[in-house]
């Protein structure tokens, strides 16, 4: 295990925290492995110990993160505190010149000596002399460890300064620059500004791939962004939990209107619509016909057809038709249900094989010519696809819960997201496990 010293230096903490959540990951994939195989004898022994080991991790990884969180505040405070002082200082002295210029222009007596400073701006010059001494000694190689505060610079406190202290933290989605006191921290520690997580709340009341609205997979509570959404929009976004939480899902009958209709105006197989009055078949999904057997869908059963025809799957839960392009047979709707490709089946409750060869081989073709730098000899291709082919059988069920590795130089034609499928110039992040390129909203939002 990595050493996960008790420093307040922000990035070895943040060092730390990485190291812990590449170990849980390796965890994980240590779990993986021991469900393929056959247990030894000797196998509860190891579970245990592995178990042990992954709870001693959470509770360092928790501790540093307290630790990250009460050095930044405590960074904030001191800093603040200390700028707070000068500025007092310095207008109390901007005051007192003042009042000597006036008395001047009247052709009072102006003493010609300055003031002394009062005891609280020498303390405070003072204190930032030593802080800043000890903060120098702190840079040295075998620099100890005991003192935990934050030092301040003695350079003067200038615009630029104080743009910085109005100024330290990127938005996660945006990576615009913001004050901490405009950004909302999430439970997984990202900083959001108002605009994106505003954003990110609209957007997943229309995209049921974004919904819930979430970050590092960890939900994001509404009345973190209540403030900041209409009443209307509250009112669409607790509509749109309940439809894209209804398994079988029931729309209006009505071509015009189409809108969802939630469980509770259900009754046996009739649904009614409130927005157009209409009324629903439950079990066939279309106009509601009592008494009389559910008519034959010409159009859907056309869908239906040739959905059978190219091998496409139906989701058992929101009935949406799907199509696998590359990976493994596991799929994940939009609607966050898995189930197999072949069958249909809730995942891992079925036996069929959990790839196909020939995607498996079509797909690691794909990532090798697009990591290639250029033309290679057709030899060395062939070997890259074979072992890249190996890769991704042993990763075809990766769960992308390691590290990102980011990409940049996509030249004129960027990058292409292989989730939402939009094209990014700047950057896109590889999963360095399967190899899944997507953008920075998919990996904060979708995975």
Same mark, same amino acid.
């Given at each position: 295990m990595?050493?996960c010293r008790?420093?307040t230096?922000p990035?070895?903490?943040?060092?730390d925290i990485?190291a812990?959540?590449?170990q849980?990951?390796?965890?994980e994939?240590?779990r993986e492995?021991r469900?393929?195989?056959q247990?030894a004898a000797d196998?509860?022994?190891?579970d245990?110990?592995?178990?042990?080991?992954?709870?001693?991790?959470?509770?360092?990884?928790t501790r540093?993160?307290?630790l990250?969180i009460?050095?930044s505040?405590?960074?904030?405070v001191n800093q603040d505190?200390?700028l707070?002082t000068?500025?007092?200082a310095?207008?109390?002295?901007?005051s007192?010149?003042r009042?000597?210029?006036?008395?001047a222009?009247?052709g009072e007596f102006?003493p010609?000596?300055?003031?002394s400073?009062?005891a609280?701006?020498v303390?405070?010059?003072?204190d930032?002399?030593?802080r800043?001494r000890?903060?120098s000694?702190?840079d040295?190689p075998q620099r100890?460890?005991?003192?935990?505060a934050?030092?301040?610079?003695?350079a003067?406190f200038?615009? !630029?300064?104080? #743009?910085e202290l @109005?100024?330290? *933290?990127?938005c996660t989605a945006?990576?615009e620059?913001? /004050?901490?006191s405009?950004?909302v921290?999430?439970d997984c520690?990202?900083?959001?500004?108002?605009?994106?997580?505003?954003?990110l709340f609209l957007?997943?009341t229309?995209?049921?791939?974004?919904?819930?609205?979430r970050?590092c997979?960890?939900?994001?509570a509404l009345r973190?962004?209540?403030h900041l959404?209409?009443q209307?929009?509250i009112?669409?976004?607790?509509?749109a939990?309940i439809?894209?939480?209804?398994?079988?899902?029931?729309?209006?009958s009505n071509?015009d209107?189409?809108?969802?209709i939630?469980?509770?105006?259900?009754?046996f197989d009739m649904?009614?619509?409130l927005a157009?009055d209409?009324m629903t078949c439950?079990?066939?999904?279309?106009v509601?016909? !009592?008494?009389? #057997?559910?008519p @034959?869908?010409? *159009?859907l059963?056309a869908t239906?057809?040739?959905?059978? /025809?190219?091998g496409?799957q139906?989701?058992f839960?929101?009935?949406?038709?799907?199509q696998?392009?590359?990976?493994c047979?596991?799929?994940?709707?939009?609607?966050q249900?898995?189930?197999c490709?072949?069958?249909?089946?809730?995942?891992?409750?079925c036996k069929?094989?959990?790839?196909?060869e020939?995607?498996l081989l079509?797909?690691?073709?794909?990532?090798v010519?697009?990591?290639?730098l250029g033309?290679?000899?057709?030899?060395?291709?062939?070997?890259?696809?074979?072992?890249?082919?190996?890769?991704?059988r042993?990763?075809?069920?990766?769960?992308?819960s390691?590290?990102f590795?980011?990409?940049?130089g996509?030249?004129?034609r960027?990058f292409?997201?292989?989730?939402?499928e939009?094209?990014h110039?700047?950057?896109?992040?590889?999963?360095r496990?399967?190899?899944?390129r997507?953008c920075?909203?998919?990996?904060c939002?979708?995975?």
């Amino acid at each position: 295990m990595a050493s996960c010293r008790l420093d307040t230096d922000p990035l070895a903490i943040e060092a730390d925290i990485t190291a812990i959540v590449e170990q849980l990951a390796e965890i994980e994939h240590y779990r993986e492995i021991r469900k393929t195989n056959q247990h030894a004898a000797d196998s509860l022994d190891k579970d245990v110990a592995w178990m042990v080991f992954e709870q001693e991790i959470k509770a360092m990884r928790t501790r540093l993160t307290g630790l990250k969180i009460a050095c930044s505040t405590a960074s904030a405070v001191n800093q603040d505190g200390r700028l707070i002082t000068l500025l007092q200082a310095e207008e109390a002295q901007a005051s007192s010149d003042r009042i000597l210029a006036h008395r001047a222009s009247r052709g009072e007596f102006v003493p010609t000596s300055r003031p002394s400073p009062s005891a609280s701006s020498v303390n405070v010059q003072k204190d930032l002399e030593i802080r800043t001494r000890v903060s120098s000694n702190q840079d040295e190689p075998q620099r100890q460890h005991q003192n935990h505060a934050f030092y301040l610079s003695t350079a003067p406190f200038s615009t !630029q300064r104080q #743009d910085e202290l @109005e100024c330290d *933290a990127r938005c996660t989605a945006c990576y615009e620059t913001f /004050s901490l006191s405009k950004l909302v921290r999430l439970d997984c520690t990202h900083l959001y500004c108002d605009d994106c997580l505003r954003s990110l709340f609209l957007r997943a009341t229309k995209d049921p791939s974004l919904f819930p609205p979430r970050c590092c997979r960890q939900p994001i509570a509404l009345r973190s962004v209540e403030h900041l959404l209409l009443q209307e929009e509250i009112q669409d976004f607790c509509e749109a939990e309940i439809e894209f939480t209804t398994t079988d899902r029931i729309y209006c009958s009505n071509l015009d209107c189409g809108r969802f209709i939630p469980p509770a105006q259900i009754t046996f197989d009739m649904a009614h619509c409130l927005a157009c009055d209409e009324m629903t078949c439950s079990m066939c999904k279309s106009v509601f016909h !009592q008494g009389e #057997d559910c008519p @034959e869908d010409m *159009a859907l059963e056309a869908t239906l057809d040739l959905a059978r /025809s190219e091998g496409w799957q139906r989701c058992f839960s929101c009935r949406a038709v799907v199509q696998l392009g590359v990976g493994c047979h596991h799929i994940t709707c939009t609607c966050q249900a898995q189930f197999c490709y072949l069958c249909g089946s809730r995942w891992k409750t079925c036996k069929c094989e959990r790839w196909d060869e020939h995607r498996l081989l079509e797909r690691a073709e794909e990532v090798v010519e697009r990591d290639a730098l250029g033309p290679m000899p057709r030899q060395e291709q062939q070997q890259r696809v074979r072992d890249m082919q190996e890769d991704l059988r042993q990763n075809h069920e990766c769960e992308h819960s390691r590290r990102f590795e980011r990409i940049e130089g996509g030249g004129r034609r960027g990058f292409a997201c292989e989730m939402c499928e939009a094209r990014h110039w700047k950057f896109i992040l590889e999963c360095r496990r399967c190899h899944l390129r997507v953008c920075q909203e998919c990996r904060c939002h979708r995975i």
